[in-house]
């Protein structure tokens, strides 16, 4: 039975969740592998909004399976604030449907605390720009052995050592930054309360997974964030602190990599980018400020403005050969309706020499320069177009010369946040 990877394939914001959504409804199981609440993933179901940030998109489709990887970092509170919101809509959320790894590392207050106080306190050009939501630091906890994870809320001593562990680290850190110590008796207590309402929920998601495949089901693996936010193939340090690309699929659920059968890159017709960080194509004009607009680009979890620019197919090329992409969904083409001409970067031209991919020390991307192909726009409007022929010509040259600079087909084509204005090229799971 054909599995599914979805990852964005830029820096993240590429219109992942109407994508996700269209494939969920054809999965039985949906399962996050990576990032945690910094993720803000919207569908539009039947005209009404469902705003994700931890949970897998397939929660809101009635008879599926949705599973929080071990690959995540859990804010216990801010999960069980969002099963409330996402009930409130009438969605039904029950230990039947809704799986969390026993060994995913839980992001705690401190983790917050520290990201926040490291930001406010980086100066010009170090400032990542977080989600400030304590990914990075939750993450360093579980690398560090230090996480509390979901199984130590089981037993109070063990939860208390776990604490204590992370104490020892924390403390220090904190005096350091003019952060008051932590209460811990306070601490524990929080943890003990929210205890029964996550492990209703918590399972051995490898074991589940594994008779799922067995008994022929099918997974999506949901992919949050973008591949250039990729912790080792991202723009580091300005990245997220997971590994995005498709292979964390497999290590961030506990399946073999040959449980993936398709990568489906989701890629923006466009270049967005929130938080610092080199960003070769941007825009600081009109046209900048244009894509903006029309593509109503604003954070979903931050409502901060996402900086705008030309397509780079240098950089997704690099991005679908990291997570052996092989079709990608083509999004927000409708945002290119009206510009007389548009730009496609092809490569980097550092000291005289044309380069094909980004080079990875932050000296030299700095004084790349892109290099442009320019293509004829289109006037008339993509919007809503559901085949081909409803595409201007122009369009349709755009696509097939994005195809050939990514060496990547289109699988999918997507022309509105409707569902249905979609052009669908290859069923990821038919092929
Ligand atoms: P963090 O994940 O909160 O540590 O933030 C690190 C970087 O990743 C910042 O530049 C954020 O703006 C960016 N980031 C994190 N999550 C997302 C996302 O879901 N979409 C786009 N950018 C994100």
Known sequence: MANVVVVGAQWGDEGKGKIVDWLSERSDVIARFQGGHNAGHTLVIDGKVYKLNALPSGVVRGGKLSVIGNGVVLDPWHLVEEIAKIREQGVDISPETLMIAENTPLILPIHGELDRAREEAASKGTKIGTTGRGIGPAYEDKVGRRSVRVADLGDAATLEARVDRALQHHDPLRKGLGIEPIDRDALIAQLQEIAPEILQYA?????????????????????????LLD???????????????AGQA??????GPGAINYVLGIVKAY?????????????DDENGQRLGERGREFGTVTGRQRRCGWF????????????????????KLDVLDGFETLRICTGYELDGERLDYLPTAAEQQARCTPVYEDMPGWSESTEGARRWVDLPANAIK????????????????????????????TDPFAD
């Open 231 to 245: 912790i080792d193939f991202g723009t580091y340090p300005f990245v997220t602190s997971s590994n995005v690309i």
């Open 271 to 283: 270049t967005t980018r929130v938080g610092e960080g080199p960003f070769p194509t941007e825009l």
């Open 312 to 331: 780079d197919a240098a950089l997704v090329r690099q991005t679908c050969a990291t997570s052996g992409v092989k079709g990608i969904a083509l999004t």
């Open 250 to 255: 497999a290590t961030g659920v506990g399946v």
């Open 203 to 227: 399972a051995p998601v490898w074991k589940v997974l594994g008779d799922k495949r067995k008994a022929g089901k099918r997974i999506l693996f949901e992919g949050a964030q973008g591949a």
């Open 398 to 425: 755009y696509v097939r010369r994005v195809e050939e600079l990514i060496d990547c087909p289109v699988a999918m084509l997507s022309t509105s946040p409707e569902r249905e204005d979609t052009i669908l090229v």
